[in-house]
C-alpha cells in the first residue's frame, strides 16, 4: 500500500506522467512495471511512458512530458487561451519539419503534429506552468497570425470566433501580431480581419 501511494504521488508530481527511467528511479523494476500495469494502476501511453488509470492528466501536460520540444499550436492554442469553446479532436502541436514522424504515433490520444520549419518553431513561445509542469504554447498573437495562416483547415466558426475573441482580448499585443505577419508575409490579411477593428 505504501509502494501504491508513493507512486501516486510521484505521478501528480509529474503531471501525471512518468517515464520508465523515472519509475526506476524511486524503485520499481520492469517486472514491477508489468504488474502495475496487469493490476491496473497504470496504462502505458507509448513506449517508456505510463500514466495513473485514476487520474486524467491536462492533454497540454501530456504533450510536454511526451515531446518536451513540441509547441500547442492552433485550434489547441486556441482552446487553451478560450479563443473557442470546442475541444479539438487531435491534440495540435508544432515540431521540427525533421523529426521522426512515428514518435508521435500514441496509442489512445490523437495527436496532430504540423511540421514547420525550424527557423519558425521558436517564434511566439511562451513556456507556463500547468500542474507543476513546464508546457510551451504559442502567444496568442502569435495563435491568431496561425489562424490566418491555416484558415482554410479550420471551420468558419471557429475561425471567426477566435479572431472576435482575440479583438476583445485585452491581453493582445498588437506590435507582436504585427511583427508576426511580417515575417509570416500575412500583413495584408492581419489588416484586413484585425486591422479595422484596433
Not at 510536454?64 to 487531435?90: G, H, M, N
Not at 482580448?169 to 490579411?189: G, H, P, Q, T
Request: with cysteine.
Amino acid at each position: 500500500m505504501d509502494k501504491i501511494y508513493k507512486i501516486k504521488n510521484e505521478f501528480i508530481k509529474h503531471g501525471g506522467v512518468l517515464k520508465t527511467s523515472e519509475l526506476n528511479n524511486i524503485g520499481f523494476s520492469s517486472r514491477q512495471i508489468r504488474k502495475l500495469i496487469e493490476e491496473g494502476i497504470i496504462a502505458k501511453i507509448k513506449y517508456g511512458f505510463y500514466e495513473l488509470t485514476d487520474y486524467i492528466p491536462r492533454e497540454e501536460v501530456i504533450i510536454a512530458r511526451l515531446f518536451p520540444k513540441a509547441v500547442i499550436f492552433l485550434e489547441s492554442a486556441l482552446f487553451y487561451y478560450e479563443y473557442t469553446d470546442r475541444i479539438p479532436q487531435a491534440l495540435q502541436i508544432a515540431v521540427d519539419r525533421y523529426s521522426k514522424t512515428t514518435q508521435y504515433n500514441i496509442d489512445y490520444h490523437v495527436v496532430k503534429p504540423y511540421y514547420l520549419e525550424p527557423k519558425f518553431i521558436e517564434i511566439g513561445v511562451d513556456t507556463v506552468k500547468i500542474e507543476g509542469i513546464k508546457v510551451r504554447v504559442y502567444n496568442r498573437d502569435r495563435t491568431i497570425c496561425d489562424v490566418l495562416r491555416y484558415e482554410t483547415k479550420l471551420e468558419n466558426e471557429i475561425f471567426t470566433g477566435a479572431i472576435r475573441r482575440y479583438i476583445k482580448d485585452s491581453k493582445k499585443n498588437v506590435r507582436n501580431l504585427f511583427e508576426y505577419a511580417e515575417i509570416f508575409n500575412i500583413k495584408n490579411k492581419v489588416q484586413t480581419y484585425i486591422g479595422v477593428w484596433l
